[in-house]
């Protein structure tokens, strides 16, 4: 029902810049949470930022000051700004959007869904 595709992903030597961006398609009402979550290998998967429909953020505490996420409820895009970039950021990341609500049926919320990942590598 809700396709997310990512994209901005790569490969940055620490100190760097990337930005993510992800889009929503389908027949979406409303979407409450989009968010950044990342997997390192042997690690288990992290929410790294989040933002409600209504502006309200979340970091995790070893990117607050480095990552900066903002959405777009119009287009149901959120993008995900990573400067000062560090080794232990390499990860896949994903964009998730939670409590999305269909045009359909505004009224009952659908669920969510995963983006399919894209790889962020930070060496040098």
């Known amino acids: 029902q809700v396709q997310l595709v990512e994209s901005g992903g790569g490969l940055v030597q620490p100190g760097g810049s990337l930005r993510l961006s992800c889009a929503a398609s389908g027949s979406i009402f409303s979407i409450e949470v989009m968010g950044w979550y990342r997997q390192a290998p042997g690690k288990q998967r992290e929410l790294v930022a989040s933002?409600?429909?209504?502006?309200?953020?979340r970091y995790v505490d070893s990117v607050k000051g480095r990552f900066t996420i903002s959405r777009d409820n119009s287009k149901n895009t959120v993008n995900l700004q990573m400067d000062s970039l560090k080794p232990e950021d390499t990860a896949v990341y994903y964009c998730n959007a939670n409590g999305f609500r269909m045009l359909s049926n505004p009224a009952i919320p659908s669920g969510g869904s995963w983006g399919q990942g894209t790889q962020v590598t930070v060496s040098s």
């Open positions: 933002m409600s429909s209504s502006g309200s953020t």
